[in-house]
């Protein structure tokens, strides 16, 4: 496929060029959506990310605090419960807490459900820090969104969806 401003190939159809010239036993196909998806990726990571560290927070720092503040009111999980809705494991959420608890921005106490349970909690620096960068944060998506006309983003919205209800196993309740 070509880029749209340019006219030349962009470098994922000259990627498939190349393996259709070494590979002609393969359809290479596939590669048109994923290398192209792969690369949206990293590319939206790039751009994702310095909004995160203006509010001192790292991608899985961001990812935790808004896991809190979307739980509502008493803005607190439990590990495992946070490591669920982060899609990390319950060892790289520690980490995580560990850093967000050293800056203040949440509390560990044992579970008053289950005392031999932990739960994690925001502060109010951490609600704070999580509101101000949320807030960029959505600003940065709409910027990054305009990109597409609303109809391409509705579409692609749609497709989206349909292609990762296929793969992703169902999000737990």
């Excluded at 060029?17 to 596939?30: N, S, T």
């Excluded at 289950?114 to 101000?132: F, K, N, Q, S, Y």
């Excluded at 597409?148 to 692609?156: F, Q």
Aim: no cysteine.
């Amino acid at each position: 496929m070509e880029d749209i401003k340019s006219g030349a190939p962009d470098h994922v159809a000259r990627i498939q060029a190349e393996w259709a010239r070494e590979r002609p036993d393969l359809d290479v196909g596939p590669q048109a959506v994923i290398g192209r998806l792969h690369r949206l990726g990293l590319l939206l990571t790039e751009r994702l990310t310095p909004v995160y560290r203006r509010h001192g927070l790292g991608e899985g720092e961001f990812d935790v605090l808004a896991a809190l503040r979307r739980a509502g009111e008493p803005f607190e999980r439990a590990p495992g419960e946070l490591a669920a809705h982060t899609m990390v494991t319950t060892g790289a959420m520690t980490k995580r807490i560990d850093r967000l608890e050293r800056d203040g921005l949440v509390t560990r106490r044992r579970s008053a459900a289950d005392g031999r349970g932990r739960v994690v909690a925001l502060t109010p620096a951490g609600r704070e820090v999580i509101d101000r960068a949320f807030t960029d944060h959505i600003g940065n998506e709409h910027v990054l969104l305009d990109a597409l006309t609303p109809a391409e983003a509705a579409d692609l919205e749609v497709l989206l969806t349909a292609w990762l209800s296929r793969l992703e196993p169902p999000a737990q309740t």
